[in-house]
Structures are given as C-alpha cells and as structure tokens.
C-alpha cells in the first residue's frame, strides 16, 4: 500500500469539493477555483471533508498513480487555500527586472530587454530589482512559469551570472590558468 496513497485528504473549513463522472475533481477555495481529470484506475471517495484515494488493483502502473493522485489532490487543496509561490533571483551586473502593468521586463545584458506575459492564473512581483517573484494557486504552473523565466538567462559556470531560484547553489568552474 502507498504511504502517501492511503493517507485522506482534508478540506479546510472555507474549501469545497466536487468529484464528478470521469474522475473530475473539482476544489474551491478562498483564492480560486481549480480542475484536474485523473485516471480512471484509481478511485476517489469525498466523505463529509475528507478525500480518499483508492486502487482497483495491484498493478505497477495502477500502484504508481494512487500516491500520485492523492498527492495532486493536496496539492489542489494547499493551492486553493494559500497559493504557490516561487522566487527567482537576478545576479549580474546591470541586470534587472520590473513590472510593466502586469508583463515582467527584464533587462539581462542582451541588445534589447526581455518581456514576458504571465500566464492565466499567475501573478508576477518584483519587490527588488534582482528579485521576481512567481505566484499563483496552481503548483505545476508556478513552477512550469519559474521555469521559463530561468530558462531566459540560466547561470552560467564561470561568474554565476544569470536567473536562479532563490537558494540554489551553483556551483563556480575556475577559469582559464594563465602560464
């Protein structure tokens, strides 16, 4: 049995939720609404506030999206109720960000400024110049968003120049050694 599969999930006092045909599951909350269709190998049950999650069999594939739906589900749950956030850090010199209405301008040594439209559902903030922060009440697009703006300008080896998540270590390759 799945550690994190039999484990229920439990709806906070101001969140709703819906299990419709299909494995639809619907949870509405405080910052939002969210939608996901799961798999119909697995089986959920809404009790009073508590989901559970079930398999119909023993099978790997059916093993492996019981702990994954449940874990989905929370994650619907946690997003409904306080939202994601990611924060992206700018290191370089002349390099910066800010927010033109809701697009993120970024000016990162290129010819020419980067600008980047937030997806539906996300929200951009720049309380520094080096600093952007991604938020948003669905996990994967938080992420998925946090991505794309690392991948602009990912920190290269040498000075450690570039867009990185907060915290990330990157590791710095010693230069050229002048005989």
Known sequence: MSRIGRNPVELPANVTAEINAGNEVIVKGP???????????????????????????????????????????????HGVTE????????????????LDGKKLVMFLGFSHSVEVEPAE?????????????????????????????????????YKGKGIRYQGEYVALKEGKSGM
């Open 31 to 77: 910052k939002g609404e969210l939608k996901q269709k799961f798999s119909n190998k697995v089986e959920i049950k809404l009790d009073g506030n508590v989901i559970t999650v079930s398999r119909s069999s023993e099978q790997k594939d059916v093993r492996s999206l019981h702990g994954l739906t449940r874990a989905m589900i929370a994650n619907m749950v």
């Open 83 to 98: 939202g994601y956030s990611k924060t992206l850090e700018i290191v370089g010199v002349g390099y910066r960000a800010q």
């Open 121 to 157: 559902g996300i929200t951009f903030e720049v309380p520094a110049q080096t600093q952007i922060v991604v938020k948003g009440i669905d996990k994967q697009a938080v992420g998925q968003a946090a991505a794309n703006i690392r991948a602009i300008k990912p920190p290269e080896p």
